[in-house]
């Protein structure tokens, strides 16, 4: 097992960069790029840095130079040949030959595109432009970096002693709630926690503890590196920005409305089982399941990533029982800013209604809260998004207003055509 602590004191090894490889990325955004590479390969995108923690000034505790280093280090990787091996190789969920040939091709061949860095009033505007298979890719190791350079901003600061004082203290953080949670009958939970960990380090340490800690009960890691190092299963199925990118293209408000659907029947088409979770939040999950068509109703589950998860859940259950199926044999995937409390709350009062299971993410591996003086290493939330697609704007609303994003005129028309009305304001805290 690593020693933390003596590894942290000595990052300005040239060694340990902080983005190790092209797969050290979630596995759902592998499968969404050979959908795209399949469906939009021409499409040309644009993604954002988004701080929505402007009180944290990156761009004044993180130095320029070396957040250049690191994004030009990513640059630099492709793709080795065992890792190659265990893509094209590799069991996932349940299916040989996950990704295709062509795919795979054009996978090992990729170096990720230019970026564009600049600083304004104490952050960093980092923006990354191109087709969308390459662009896309982007995502999870530019948050990754921004987040481990503000780690070890901090670190920067301690001695010897006080890292391993600290690193001891997180580890006892985190067993303790590694042993609450075992306590859970018939749990199911997974690390979803790459985007926005505390370091690389860290969150291969907190998979090593959800293993021997939870046995059966933690089911894999959406990060492709440490499930392969491990041997665990790779877990993730899509995200927002498929439907975000659809709904840019959308030529008119039926072509709008009916856009997060088109993606469903596209995935519908490559995935089957466990793959096909319905992520019904982007446009408001109450008017996306109103109006879905009754194919999706035979979909094994759905994602609950925004709003209050009970009444997503609950309004899930609701719809199932409207068309026909059997709420407990469908999953709701919990994972949206979980810590044990809210695990332990959803797993009581959804258990023998549906097959829950939970994506831990932030607070498995960014949990330093209360360890520093002025919790200076506390999480916060950084997102990095689609903001255009062939030069028009994406937009989000989410079930939860706060986490919203697109231009005002266009944010109001998305609400009007996906019949979005008052929507309850919940904290982002990650």
């Known amino acids: 097992m690593v020693d933390l602590a003596t590894r942290v004191y000595n990052h300005k090894w040239k060694i340990d960069p902080i983005i190790r490889s092209l797969i050290d990325t979630d596995f759902y955004k592998l499968l969404m790029c050979q959908s795209v590479f399949r469906n939009n390969p021409d499409t040309k995108v644009t993604f954002s840095l988004i701080n929505r923690a402007k009180h944290i000034r990156l761009a004044d505790m993180i130095d320029e130079g070396e957040l250049r280093e690191q994004l030009d280090h990513v640059r630099s990787l492709s793709l080795s040949r065992g890792e190659s091996t265990w893509l094209r190789g590799n069991t996932f969920y349940g299916k040989r030959q996950m990704f295709r040939s062509d795919f795979m091709e054009w996978f090992e061949n990729l170096r990720l595109p230019p970026y564009h860095l600049e600083k304004r009033d104490g952050q960093y505007e980092l923006t990354f432009e191109g087709s969308w298979p390459e662009v896309m890719l982007w995502e999870i190791p530019a948050l990754a970096i921004l987040m481990e350079l503000r780690s070890r901003a ?3 600061q301690m001695g010897k002693f006080e890292l391993q004082v600290l690193y001891a203290r997180a580890m006892t953080k985190l067993w303790e709630k590694v042993e609450s949670l075992r306590t859970i009958p018939d749990l199911r939970l997974a690390d979803f926690g790459t985007r926005r960990r505390h370091g690389f380090l860290w969150q291969d340490w907190c998979v090593q503890a959800l293993i021997e800690g939870l046995g059966d009960k933690f089911i ?10 491990r ?3 790779a877990i993730g199925t899509n ?4 439907p975000m990118v659809y709904a840019a293209l959308a030529k008119t408000d039926e072509d709008l409305r009916r856009a997060p659907y088109d993606v469903l029947a596209d995935w519908h088409e490559e995935h089957d089982g466990n793959l096909r979770i319905i992520l019904p939040d982007t446009y408001g999950t109450e008017g996306f399941l109103r109006n879905a068509p009754d194919w999706l109703a ?3 589950g759905i994602r609950i990533d925004s709003g209050d998860p009970a009444r997503g859940a609950e309004t899930a259950i609701q719809w199932w029982k409207d068309r026909g199926e059997d709420p407990t044999q469908k999953l709701v995937i919990f994972s949206d800013g979980l810590d044990v409390a809210k695990i332990h709350e959803l797993a009581d009062q959804f258990r023998g209604r549906v097959r829950a299971s939970f994506g831990w993410g932030t607070m498995l591996t960014n949990d330093f809260i209360g360890l520093t003086a002025g919790d200076t290493l506390a999480p916060f939330s950084l997102v990095c998004k689609a903001v255009s697609a062939d030069g028009h704007p994406t937009v989000k609303l989410s079930d939860n207003p706060l986490k919203a994003m697109g231009p005002e005129g266009e944010v109001a028309r998305y609400k009007r055509v996906f019949g979005v009305g008052e929507q309850e304001t919940l904290e982002v805290r990650v």
């Open 298 to 300: 035979g979909w094994t």
């Open 231 to 233: 041997d665990i299963e």
């Open 154 to 156: 901090v670190l920067n």
């Open 220 to 229: 894999g890691t959406s990060n492709c590196r440490i499930a392969m190092k």
């Open 239 to 242: 995200a927002h920005e498929l």
